[in-house]
């Protein structure tokens, strides 16, 4: 009788509430009933993507909405600068390289943000480009970008679009779409969402729509122009992910009876938490830049991180995830976010360090937990 | 307190063993708990396929799995015959040439199959021809096309390859992909399969493996090779749909509990029966040559088929569709696939005999249900 924790960097866990809608009988798409699922849905993304445009949501994945926010944005040998400090800055900039877009890749270290003067620099050499690809949240790292800062200069650039992977920041931090300048933004549905995988969801700004009308990339699946078309309808091109589009609904309810403002300083506070958790049992973040939604820890010298993980699932029930890559076995990352709570995080630390007390690691079992419960005791930031 | 009927072409009821199974707290994909679900389905979905070979499993609906078939075969360019009989088979074209493939139509009406005489005569003329799409049923119209002797037409083309939308036609009619030589078999999760949409799985002859080392459109989220060699690992190349694919190994699971022999005889029992209800009452199919998944009819004159179909969902809360495009308002479409029983088809015909007589048609209440009654309490087809 242990209960099962998924603590990982996406999947979250989703609330009973949502499963329970998610479980109901299904019902066709083509009717008033869906469509007013989708009216309020379209309304709600509104509010917490922070923008005055429409969402495309898509039934895919969050990879094939990054996808798809590349082919609705760009002609092949259009040149974009990719931030690449991870392993979804590498897909990102693998996926353009495949659709034909000269990819100029701003390699960042594993752990790092890009630096503004860094970026600036790169983006004066390369004047003509079109986009600036960058993740809100490196998942891989645990890293935050500055897209804010990012955004205020791109800003200034009518030629060049700024699309940003927001799949693990969206709906966790105040990510203010319109206001930052944030040309396309890409969600998925297993994170702050708190559903299943299987819903991507992209804004676009009006920037991004006259960009659109350019596009020469074939698409038909991914037509984003197609989609807002039957979107002001309250319908989709396509059959339609419905039980998730149901379970979104709720999702978006639950946000909003939350707060935005108080959804955003839960993330905060459960992130510092863990960290200072972490610091307090004598171990180095991976992250220079952490950010909200996960947090990635070194592995402490002689402590292999997959075996950590390994013991926390076998032995605690706890799903974290390692390091990708070549960082695998080095780091291993703690998810909180979406349906998360404080006694979640206590939880979450407490299992970790039993587990590396466990594998030898020299800590005083319990003083982990201590610090995150005394944060979180004093709702400090 | 009226129960809920979904006899639509899909989606289709969802099981309850399913919709528990589905709301089950979701577990992390990187983990050898979901690796267990992929090997279980990676085997009995080649059953349910009919071949030897592994069907990749991609987190979008059955347009998307259409989009991929090409992308993964296919070079701009290449000429493709297209069977355009209804809705999807113009979907499958217009598809096609958003990726610069050159279309050959081979129109038939609507409401016909595809005759093999004209195909074959087609095929002649366009002997350059890569590649021929067509429905297995084509959903807009009910049809059933000759697939088998088409198949048995272009295994002998070995630069022609066969690609076959079966969304409403796999794991309900004996489609031998193997056998017959369908080189792509496309179906999605919420038809046979009894899950909401949401997946699409798309089968790969060693042929059109052989073709996909030289098609040369991009493709990054629809990627067979990533997938397969993720696959073949028990693992998928992004985050998959995790509970529907939970799902899926539970729809299997009872798919081969009733045994595939069963489950097709069970849905030509039902076709039959729905056919025969509607004779029986004085309506006329609109299908030559009706599929087993859904039967489409002619609404009779003087009665506008959306008001059938509105009356039904409002008076009995039973979803059927109507027609589209230019039959719209002409035909209306019952499902009787996936999760259907005989009682289930009895209650539908029923259904739409009563609201035929509430808008006005001459039928005698009662002909339909006994007719369905009749012809399934002898199991004849």
Redesign the interface.
Known sequence: MMK?Y?M?P??S??PERI??E??????????KAFESVIEIVRGQLKSVFQTKNDIVVL??????GM?AALVNCFSAGDKVIAVNGGKFGERWS??AR???LNVVDLEVPWGEAVQIEKFSEVLAKNSDAKGVLCQACETSTGVSHPVQEMGEILKKKPSTLFLVDAITALGISDIKTDLWGLDVVVT?S?KAFML???LAMVSMSDKAWAFNEKAG?????FDFKEELKNLQKNQTH???????LQGLKIALEMMHEETLPKLFNRHKRLAYATREAMKAIGLELFSKSPADSITAVLSPPGIDGEKLVNLL?SKYNV?I?GGQDHVKGKIFRLGHMGYCGDFDVISLVAATEMALADLGYKNQVGEAAAKATEILHKGLI
Chains 1, 2 share one sequence.
């Open positions: 099962y998924l990982a996406g999947p866990m989703i499963l329970l998610m479980s109901k009988p299904i019902i066709h798409h083509r009717t039934a895919s994945v969050g990879s094939g996808e693998t996926q495949k659709f034909g998925g297993q299943p995988p299987g990339l074939p698409r038909f699946y396509f059959t339609p992910a419905i039980s998730l699932s799903t995830i």
